[in-house]
C-alpha cells in the first residue's frame, strides 16, 4: 500500500511489528525508486509521534483514510484475537466486524466509500 500511494506523489509511513515485513517494503520501496516519497519502519503504532497526517493516522480535517483491516464474519461482541496475533500482528487488537467499523467512521464524520469482503 505504501509504494502504491507513492507512486501517486503521496509522502508515505507505513508502520509494521514485523521487521521481515519492514525490511521487504523498504527494499520494494528502494527498487522502485521511491524512497524520497515512502518510509516504511519496524516500530510499535502506538509509539508513533509524527502527527498532522493527510491521511490514515492523526487525520487532519479534509485529509482521507484508507483502512485495510483483519475483520471477523459478525458485528456482534469483542472477540480477542489470540495470543499470536495479540504479541505479533497487533498488540491490543480485538476482532470485529466490518460493519462496526464502518458505523464508527460514519458516526465520525467520515465518507465510507468502498468496502470489500473476501471471497
Known amino acids: 500500500m505504501a509504494l502504491n500511494a507513492a507512486r501517486r506523489g503521496l509522502r508515505v509511513i507505513g508502520v509494521t ?3 521481515e515485513q519492514a525490511d521487504w517494503g523498504r527494499q520494494m520501496i528502494a527498487q ?3 524512497h524520497n516519497l515512502a ?3 519496524y516500530q510499535d503504532y502506538r509509539n508513533v509521534t509524527d ?3 493527510d491521511a490514515v493516522s492523526k487525520l487532519r480535517p479534509g485529509g482521507r ?3 485495510h483491516c483483519i475483520t471477523r464474519p459478525t ?3 469483542p472477540v480477542k484475537a489470540g495470543a499470536f496475533i495479540d504479541r505479533y500482528v497487533f498488540p491490543d487488537g480485538e476482532l470485529t466486524g466490518s460493519g ?3 458505523a464508527a467512521m460514519q458516526d465520525n464524520g467520515l465518507d465510507v466509500r468502498h468496502s470489500r469482503q473476501p471471497s
Open 32 to 34: 522502485h525508486g521511491m
Open 39 to 41: 518510509e516504511i519502519r
Open 65 to 67: 483514510l484508507l483502512n
Open 51 to 53: 502527527s498532522a497526517f
Open 75 to 77: 458485528n456482534s461482541g
Open 100 to 102: 462496526r467499523i464502518i
Open 17 to 19: 511489528l514485523s521487521r
